[in-house]
């Protein structure tokens, strides 16, 4: 099993520039979940979902943040204008259906806006 | 509000040892728990996982206790290693709510 896939692995853009971060879930995997990460805040949840449904958005900061998931193995991140607070790494976890809730992490995208 | 939080920001141990790293929890509803461990530059790995209905689970080097009257967990490495040196985070959730919530996780340095 190729495990949860993002890309790219680091971005650099500018403030203001659209970003948009991409990811694979596991194959057969119905819960797919974005987290940011920081220094400061650590791990935090932006939204996730089931069977492409957005369940809870409540983490995502602000407007300027989107996600979408038009099939099961596809998901995106957008953030439109990005700033330079929006820095971080930013993971995706996919998580099955069935069994325990152990979310399977991919490798991050790690994002700089300067 | 609910929250996951570690003792101990940084745990630094000679190689061969025991390693024990503590987590508490404040959400008396929470009822699964998961250690993970992430090395530099890498994504949160799966190491171990209980529930609440237990207060003791054992896996290849590891185990993790639970104890829900005071809220806290800890996950033992057993002759740690070089490569165990990472980051370790304690994440619980509850029935239904299938999100995860994170501590600030534990540095674990292993020393040669």
């Known amino acids: 099993d190729a495990g949860v896939i993002q890309s790219p692995r680091h971005e650099v853009t500018e403030m203001g520039q659209e970003v948009t971060l991409r990811c694979k879930p596991i194959?057969?995997?119905?819960?797919l979940f974005w987290y940011r990460q920081t220094m400061m805040r650590g791990l935090e949840l932006l939204i996730y979902?089931?069977?492409?449904?957005?369940?809870?958005d409540s983490g995502m900061p602000e407007d300027r943040f989107s996600a979408k998931m038009p099939n099961a193995s596809f998901s995106t991140l957008k953030i439109q204008p990005s700033e330079p607070r929006d820095s971080a790494v930013y993971f995706c976890?996919?998580?099955?259906?069935?069994?325990?809730?152990?979310?399977?992490f991919g490798p991050g995208t790690r994002l700089t806006v300067l | 509000g609910e929250s996951v939080g570690l003792h101990l920001p940084t745990l630094s141990v000679q190689e061969g040892d025991n390693s024990i790293i503590n987590c508490a929890y404040s959400?008396?509803?929470?009822?699964?728990f998961i250690w993970y461990k992430q090395e530099s530059g890498k994504g949160p790995q799966f190491i171990i996982d209980?529930?609440?209905?237990?207060d003791k689970r054992q896996g290849q080097r590891v185990t993790v206790l639970l104890n829900k009257t005071v809220k806290h967990l800890s996950l033992q490495i057993a002759a740690t290693q070089p490569g165990d040196s990472a980051v370790y985070f304690c994440?619980?959730?509850?029935?239904?709510?299938?999100?995860?919530?994170f501590g600030s996780g534990t540095r674990l340095q292993v020393q040669p």
């Open positions: 976890a996919s998580s099955p259906v069935d069994g325990a809730d152990t979310q399977y």
């Open positions: 194959s057969g995997h119905d819960y």
């Open positions: 979902f089931n069977n492409n449904v957005p369940i809870d």
């Open positions: 959400n008396s509803a929470s009822d699964y």
């Open positions: 209980i529930r609440s209905n237990m």
């Open positions: 994440a619980e959730t509850h029935t239904g709510r299938r999100a995860l919530t």
